[in-house]
Structure formats: structure tokens, C-alpha cells
């Protein structure tokens, strides 16, 4: 036996030997694989040909046995069972083609960006560099570090800082002086060049407003990073059928499927702005902002004025921080006939007119009641209404220092709640850990959505860049799918600005039906008429161009498949543009041999001039095509996107069937069969 059989059937043995142990330890790819090379050595070892084209055979070979691999579940589950895929199969292979919007119908969403929030919190950032380079300024602060309350304080008594409208901060000093002498040319070089001045009659005031193109830039960017962070929240789903595309400030997004359920939980994810922020309490202010006298607190709308003791530094407490409650309307049986987020407009009308000052803000957290079922004894968690905290209006840390968030369980506390895990960066973690070392013993908002998640107390200097998320005191099972939705919108990162939903509309299967069957009839008889061509005009190579162009179309829905690509009309057509192509390939080649054999030359001579000669044509043919397809790839959405890369996936296949393939059997007749007479038309 020669040495190269020896080892291809060697290395069999070792793939069977391998392919076993990866089956002990529930590794599915590793089974594939060592199977596939299994079968690549066998045919290597077979006593046929020479080995290079036993290699190249062995090639052809696996990559059938892949295709198959990958696209059986997916032709199983359209045809409803009827291809009998094992289930070690579909349990390990959970990828598939999917049907897009114009094949099954689905769910359009038009959301608009607010982008005057994205203006403020630019305005808000200028204003805070503000504060800084101006505390410095007067000495009351140094380095680069957040700056304290009591440097704010000191600053407030220099210069009031208030913020009239979104692109517009305005400075009031205490000395007209110091208008002059702390606008200095550095202060003026570092905000004049996205910002202008407009001075005032009044002495010592001067406003600062966002430049208009600085604006136009802020718009754009928001819609364009809302739509990242979109396409992020739809594939941390697993829905990368789903379509996402921009038209003015809107974001338009179409889910394929008919699930109304699996919709609610994409609009929820989806709306979320995961705007994450960590402020103060400020329990001692809040003593005399909410002890308002009894005549300005609306019985009616259900608001009480309560106090708490809170703590207030090491040592220290209010003994009366005041704050307010709303409990949500009901009927006279005790239902609820009021939304919670209509109650809290009517809560958030009412704290509007206590006049907050400018460094201050009302924040809200929802206010549960535990109920127990006397029948049951099931204990389930009612949202009654909201309660207020009084908080500093600047954001200690905000989301924009998370890098990761993980779904954990409490197993200290007794009830395995859940909860989400925050790891924030370095730069983060060292402004929390200083934010944290700063404010002990005194209370920190967690801010999610412009909701307050929880209060807790800071107990020591917070160190390790790391905090949590609670998920309420309800089920374990609710907990869980909150806290999972919740890691997603954290993982994909906060929306610039939130989205309002302007449009939802259900787009049924029906109405495409017609215009797929017309497609798919159209590709069908197309692609029909093209085989049955090949065969009469080539005879026995016609027949092997039909099976390299049916081989092409196999691992292209095989690669679709296991890139997890969405079919839609545009695809088809794809589909039906490839396979002509690679009709055309082997057109070029069977005339190429033909040529070769009208001059003369023998049919192993005339087979390898045909392939060489053939091959640039082929070649620059292909590239064009891909060209074509990567620049609709990179600029296309939707159903363009996708006959994009259906079209790319074809022209490699084409290139692999049309021309390696199809070599093979041609080299098999002259160099081994040694026909007489090589079947290319009808003069041969």
C-alpha cells in the first residue's frame, strides 16, 4: 500500500477516534468536524486518480456534506418535518434562514427622535465645564476632579448659572468685574468655538448659545447613534431579520413574524433611552423645599407631604426630610383606573409649581404595596403610585462609563431575587469610587429612565468599579425577564436621545402572497428554461454545468442559512441573477473547449486550455458583479441589503462550482474514463 493511503486512512482513524471523544463531551461542532475530515481522508485513500484531484474531490465532497449539515434544519422546519432532521441536529444548530416582511408580513415601527434632548445635555455639558474652569478660576477648585458642594456653593455666590433654554447658558455675576476678568481669552478660546456670546443690558449677565451648524451636528448625531444603538438592542434579540433605516429625525424598524407578544417585547426594548445616571439626595434641602403649607398640597389629586430621618454625613441626620406621594386613582372596589404613567403626569404637574431652583431637580420612584390573596396566601406586589426624592441636579457618574452588564441572582438575601450587575470603566470607576468616598453616609439616586431605581445609602468609599441594579420586589420569574431586557439596553448602550413611537402598523402576509407567487414561479420556470437549454445545446457537459448550478444554489442557501439571513423577494431575485451567472461561466468554458477542439488539439489538451483561457473572463466577470454587490451591501437596508448578499454569497459559489467542480468531472473523463469523445454539443 503506498505511504499517502497509509496515512489518509490513518488520519480517518484518528478523526473517527477524535469524533467519539467530542461526542462524549457534548461538543456538536467538534463531532462535524472530525467527521468531515474523516470523510476527506477516506476518499483521499481511495485507488483512483491521482492526489491531487483525490484532494480536491475530498474538498468538493465535505463541502456538500457541510452545506447539507447546516441547511437541513431549516429545510425541515419549512417543510414541516417531512425531511426528518434528527434532533442532535436541531437542537445544536439554531441558526436558519428566516423569511423577511414581504414573504410573512410583520410589525413597522416609526419612531422619532427627540433631538432637543440630545441639544440639552450638550448644553448641560457645557454648562458643568463651565462651572469647573470658573470655580478654578476663582480658586475655589483644582485639578481635574468633580467639583465638591462646597466649592459649588462658593461658585454660586460669585456666579449664578441658569439655563434658560435648551442651546442657551446663562452667567449672572454677583461682581460685573468679574465678567471680564474670568472670561478670560482661555475661558473664551475654549467655548467660543462651538458657542457664541450675546451680551446683556444687564451688567455682569452674558448668555452663551449652541452655534446653529454646531446643532445641525448634535441632530444628525443623535439620529444616526440612536439608529446604532437600535440595530444593537434588535441583534442582542436575535432578530438580525429585522430591518432598521433613518428618513429625517425618524427611525423606521420592520420585524418580520406574527407573534404579538414577541412584538411588546421588542417595542419595550426598543423604547428604552437606558439612560443611566447616579445623583445625590439632598435630604437637608428637601427639609425646606417640601414643607409646603397645607393650602398649596391638592387633596384631590391624592398628594400627601411625609418626612423620613435620613442620614446626612458621618454622625449627622435630618431629622424631617419631607417628601411628597402620589397614589394612583381607583374605583370604588380598590382597582385602579389610572395608569401609572398618567399619574405621574398629574405628580409632575404639581411639583412644577414649587419653582425648583436651577442645581436642584424633583426625581420620582414608583411606590409598591405587597397584597396577600387569602385563599392562596400568594403575596403579589401592587404599583400603588410614585414618591419624590429631592436631588442635585448634576450627575455624579452617568451610563457613559459602563462597559458591561450582567444578569445576577441575589443569593445573600434569602428571596433569589434578581438583579443587574454594572461594571464601569477605569475613568468610571475612579470617579465613582471618588463620588462614593466623598458623600459618605449620605443617600445616592439611582436614575434609570429618568426613574429612580433606589436610594440606597453610602455606607463606605466604593472601590472595584462596580454597582447594581435592583428589579423591585416582585416574582422571581418577572424579575428575571426585566432584569434580562434591562442588560440588553445597557449592553447596547443608552440612546442619545429618547424615541417617541409616531407610527405602528401591522403589515398582514397576505398582502405579498400574490406577488410571491409570481416571483418564486418566475425564478422557477426562468431557471428551468436555462437548465434544459444546457442539456440540449451540451449534451453530457450541459448536464454537468445543471448539477454545478444546483450544487451553487445549495451552498447558497446553506451559507444564508448559517449567516442567519432573511429571504425576501430581492433575494429570490438574487438567487435567480446567481444562477445564471454560473450558467454563464460554464457557457464560457464549453465554447472555450470546443475552440480547442475544432483547432486540433487532443481532449485532455483542449479540456486545460479551455479551463485557463476561460478563467480571466469568468474572473472579471465575477469581480464586477461583487463590486456592485459590496456597494449596495454597504449602502442598501431592508430588501436591497439583502439581494446584496445574496448576490455575494452566489458569486463565490459560482466561482467554486462553475469552475473547481466542474473541473473535476472533466479531468475524471479524460484522465481516467479516457473517452474518445468528449460530449460538448452537437459537432462533437
Not at 210 to 216: C, D, L, N, T
Request: aromatic residues 8%.
Amino acid at each position: 500500500m503506498p505511504a499517502s493511503r497509509r496515512n489518509a486512512l490513518l488520519l480517518a482513524l484518528a478523526a473517527i477516534v477524535c469524533g467519539f471523544l467530542f461526542f462524549k463531551a457534548d461538543s456538536f461542532w467538534g463531532v462535524i468536524t472530525c467527521g468531515l475530515v474523516g470523510v476527506w481522508a477516506i476518499i483521499g485513500a481511495l485507488p483512483v486518480m491521482d492526489g491531487g484531484w483525490r484532494f480536491r474531490t475530498g474538498l468538493a465532497s465535505v463541502t456538500l456534506l457541510l452545506a447539507s449539515v447546516v441547511l437541513w434544519p431549516t429545510i425541515d422546519r419549512v417543510s414541516n418535518g417531512a425531511a426528518k432532521c434528527p434532533a442532535y441536529f436541531k437542537d445544536n444548530i439554531k441558526f436558519g434562514i428566516a423569511k423577511g416582511l414581504d414573504l410573512q408580513g410583520g410589525l413597522r415601527l416609526v419612531y422619532t427622535v427627540e433631538v432637543e434632548e440630545a441639544i440639552r445635555d450638550k448644553r448641560d455639558r457645557f454648562a458643568d465645564e463651565m462651572r469647573q474652569e470658573l470655580a478654578t478660576s476663582f480658586k475655589f477648585h483644582s485639578g481635574d476632579g468633580v467639583i465638591s458642594r462646597d466649592a459649588a456653593a462658593k461658585l454660586e455666590e460669585k456666579v449664578h448659572i441658569s439655563l434658560p433654554e435648551s442651546a442657551v447658558i446663562k452667567l449672572k455675576f454677583s461682581d460685573p468685574a468679574d465678567l471680564a476678568s474670568k472670561l478670560d481669552e482661555r475661558f473664551n478660546k475654549k467655548f467660543g468655538g462651538e458657542m457664541t456670546q450675546q451680551r446683556s443690558a444687564v451688567p455682569g449677565e452674558i448668555a452663551f448659545k449652541i452655534r446653529g451648524e454646531v446643532e445641525s451636528q448634535i441632530r444628525e448625531r443623535a439620529v444616526a447613534q440612536a439608529k446604532d444603538t437600535v440595530i444593537r438592542r434588535v441583534d442582542e434579540k436575535g432578530l438580525r431579520e429585522a430591518s432598521v433605516t433613518i428618513r429625517d429625525e425618524d427611525i423606521i424598524v420592520e420585524v418580520p413574524g406574527q407573534d404579538q407578544r414577541a412584538f411588546d417585547d421588542i417595542k419595550e426594548i426598543i423604547r428604552r433611552t437606558a439612560r443611566l445616571e447616579f445623583k445625590m439626595v439632598d435630604d437637608e434641602g428637601a427639609g425646606k423645599f417640601f414643607n409646603v403649607p397645607e393650602n398649596q398640597v391638592p387633596e384631590k389629586e391624592g398628594i400627601s407631604i411625609y418626612s423620613e430621618q435620613a442620614p446626612n454625613g458621618p454622625g449627622k441626620s435630618v431629622e424631617k426630610a419631607f417628601y411628597a406621594i402620589i397614589t394612583r386613582r381607583s374605583d370604588d372596589k380598590g382597582v385602579f383606573t389610572e395608569s401609572l404613567a398618567d399619574t405621574l403626569k398629574r405628580f409632575k404637574a404639581w411639583t412644577a409649581t414649587l419653582n425648583v431652583p436651577d442645581d436642584h431637580q424633583v426625581g420620582y420612584a414608583i411606590r409598591t404595596e405587597n397584597e396577600t390573596d387569602d385563599t392562596t396566601g400568594v403575596v403579589t406586589t401592587k404599583e400603588i403610585g410614585w414618591r419624590t426624592y429631592y436631588l442635585f441636579n448634576r450627575a455624579e457618574v452617568t451610563g457613559d462609563y459602563i462597559t458591561d452588564a450582567a444578569v445576577a441572582q441575589d443569593t445573600n438575601g434569602g428571596m433569589g431575587g434578581y438583579y443587574v450587575g454594572i461594571t464601569f470603566s477605569p475613568a468610571g470607576a475612579d470617579r465613582f469610587e471618588e463620588i462614593t468616598g466623598a458623600n459618605v453616609q449620605k443617600r445616592f439616586a439611582i436614575i434609570l429612565d429618568d426613574t429612580i431605581d433606589s436610594a440606597p445609602v453610602i455606607k463606605s468609599k466604593i472601590a472595584g468599579g462596580r454597582a447594581s441594579i435592583t428589579l423591585g420586589a416582585g416574582d422571581p420569574e418577572t424579575q428575571l425577564a426585566n432584569a434580562k431586557k434591562l442588560e440588553i439596553v445597557l449592553r447596547s448602550g443608552a440612546l442619545p436621545a429618547p424615541i417617541s413611537p409616531s407610527n405602528e402598523s401591522m403589515i398582514g402576509p397576505s398582502l405579498g402572497k400574490d406577488a410571491i407567487g409570481q416571483g418564486v414561479k418566475g425564478m422557477l420556470v426562468g431557471s428551468s428554461l436555462v437548465l434544459v437549454f444546457m442539456v440540449f445545446y451540451y449534451r453530457k457537459s450541459g448536464v454537468v454545468a445543471d448539477l454545478a448550478v444546483l450544487f451553487n444554489l445549495f451552498l447558497q442557501m446553506a451559507s444564508l442559512a448559517f449567516l442567519e439571513a432573511t429571504m425576501t423577494l430581492p433575494g429570490i431575485a438574487g438567487l435567480a441573477l446567481t444562477i445564471g451567472m454560473s450558467v454563464d461561466a460554464n457557457v464560457l468554458i464549453n465554447e472555450r473547449i470546443r475552440e480547442e477542439l475544432r483547432g486540433g488539439r487532443s481532449i485532455r489538451a483542449a479540456v486545460d486550455a479551455g479551463y485557463d483561457k476561460a478563467f480571466s473572463s469568468i474572473l472579471d466577470g465575477h469581480v464586477t458583479v461583487l463590486i456592485s454587490g459590496l456597494i449596495l451591501a454597504q449602502y442598501g437596508s431592508g430588501p436591497v441589503k439583502g439581494f446584496a448578499v445574496t448576490l455575494i454569497v452566489g458569486i463565490a459559489a459560482s466561482l467554486f462550482t462553475g469552475v473547481f467542480c466542474t473541473r473535476l468531472v472533466f479531468d475524471w473523463w479524460v484522465r481516467h474514463a479516457k473517452v474518445k469523445r468528449l460530449s460538448v454539443g452537437a459537432e462533437f
